[in-house]
């Protein structure tokens, strides 16, 4: 018997829950829980803390062998704990059973204000999605926990994502690319998702695979070509991040995690779905590329990530974006002098220690050679990529235009 202290909460509020066996599965074999994923962060944070939502169950579909130590809900009896699923700057997610239903559920509790935005959100986009059809993961409920006179926390629902999430599987998979097929269904769901809320007006702003969860115990087996999933049933999560496309204040330009964001949210400019695109343009090299491409960027400055993605896309920022980079990261109000007389630009002062730079160094071998044309689906892939990763928002392809992708004409989805 395992005690997850969940952390967080005053001592003396805390009370052990006993976890109850599935009368069901009649097992008290354990869980296989998720490995330990990022997920969504406070500002300006690397890919660094669990996923939300998702959790890999046992075949009887249910996490066992465990204690919690969970402070009570005024309505204690309601809810049994079986599970920590994860943690991080928004606070703790638990797999709890709904003792009014019978049925296990994901519980994301936090304090801060990045909680009470995605309750918000996830509650606007079911207006538009009441029947659930659009492949979001749906709030169930939200309510409020005084936990004392003056510590409240949020309290959000969601239905547990058996699958765990993208990340997860391609983590425990050994970290290899996913074969293209794969990747045309990963790409055309989670892509069918970003369209659905650019449609209703919504920038959801953290897109990654940490936060796109597969509602079923997906099976991941390595082939030629690369990582294979097994009946991908893809959902769109973490909407703490969500922001009204038409009234970005540019002072939330941090939200999310650093290494996929914009140039322009780097930059602190307004931004809006096309942001969403370079995230997932950045999202489609990992998985062709292989587990962790991006990781390495966790340790570099803002301008050191710009420098990495010029070279990435073989392009220069803008030159309204270049000198907005000059004044934010470093401070000059004049062009750094070229590094080489071929006019590449190095925006960092401090050199790149051998450690971190080889996922940079990489990445600086451009698209073409990290997506090289071997089959037609790569030739499409890398185009793709070049649309997606364009320095200048206004030059990306939108997701409605992804969806139209000669890749999705094939039958590959």
């Keep these: 018997m395992h005690t997850l202290l969940v952390e967080g909460w005053p001592d003396e509020r805390d009370t052990v829950v006993s976890i109850q066996d599935d009368k069901r599965s009649g097992s008290d074999s354990p869980a296989t829980t998720p490995p330990s994923s990022p997920h969504s962060t406070p500002p300006s944070t690397p890919r660094t803390s669990p996923a939300g939502s998702s959790a890999k169950l046992s075949e009887a579909g249910e996490p066992t062998d465990t204690e919690v ?9 309601r809810f049994v704990v079986t599970a920590e ?35 918000k959100m996830l509650k606007e986009i079911l207006k538009e999605d009441p029947s ?9 409920e939200a309510f409020t926990w005084k936990v004392s006179e003056t510590i409240t ?32 269904q990963l790409l055309y769901q989670v892509t069918t998702a970003i369209a659905f809320c650019h449609r209703i007006g919504l920038v959801h702003g953290d897109i990654k695979p940490e936060n796109m969860l597969l509602g079923t115990v997906t099976h991941a087996m390595h082939e030629q070509g690369g990582i294979v999933l097994k009946s991908i049933e893809l ?87 270049r000198q907005v980079a000059l004044l934010q990261c470093y401070g000059f109000k004049e062009p750094l002098p070229c590094a080489r007389g071929n006019g590449d630009r190095r925006w960092s002062r401090r050199p790149v220690s051998t450690m971190i730079s080889r996922s940079p160094v990489k990445l600086a071998d451009g698209i073409e050679r990290l997506i ?19 320095l200048d928002p206004a030059r990306r392809i939108t997701s409605t235009a992804v969806l139209d992708s000669p890749l999705f004409t094939r039958g590959n989805y």
């Design 69 to 77: 130590l969970f402070p009570s809900f005024d309505d204690a009896n």
């Design 85 to 119: 699923l994860g943690c991080g700057g928004f606070g703790r997610v638990l797999a709890a059973r709904d003792g009014q239903v019978g049925e296990l559920f994901a519980i994301k509790i936090g304090s801060g204000v990045g909680l009470a935005n995605e309750a």
């Design 132 to 140: 659930q059809q659009e492949r979001i993961a749906h709030i169930r």
């Design 153 to 184: 926390h949020q309290c959000i629902t969601f239905s547990l994502s058996a699958g765990g999430s993208v990340y997860d599987m391609q983590e425990s998979a050994g970290g290899g690319s996913f074969h293209r097929h794969t990747i045309c």
């Design 235 to 321: 959902k769109l999560a973490d909407f703490g991040c969500t922001y009204v496309a038409a009234t970005l204040d540019p002072s939330k330009y941090q939200s999310g995690t650093t290494v996929m964001l914009a140039p322009e949210r780097l930059l602190r400019l307004a931004s809006g779905p096309a942001g969403d695109m370079w995230a997932l343009g950045l999202t489609l090299l990992e998985w062709v590329c292989g587990f962790g491409t991006l990781s390495p960027l966790d340790a570099l400055s803002h301008g050191e990530i710009l420098n990495t993605m010029e070279k990435l896309v073989k392009e220069a920022l803008p030159e309204h974006m």
């Design 372 to 390: 090289p044309y071997t089959e037609p689906e790569m030739r499409h892939f890398q185009s793709l990529g070049k649309k997606l990763l364009k």
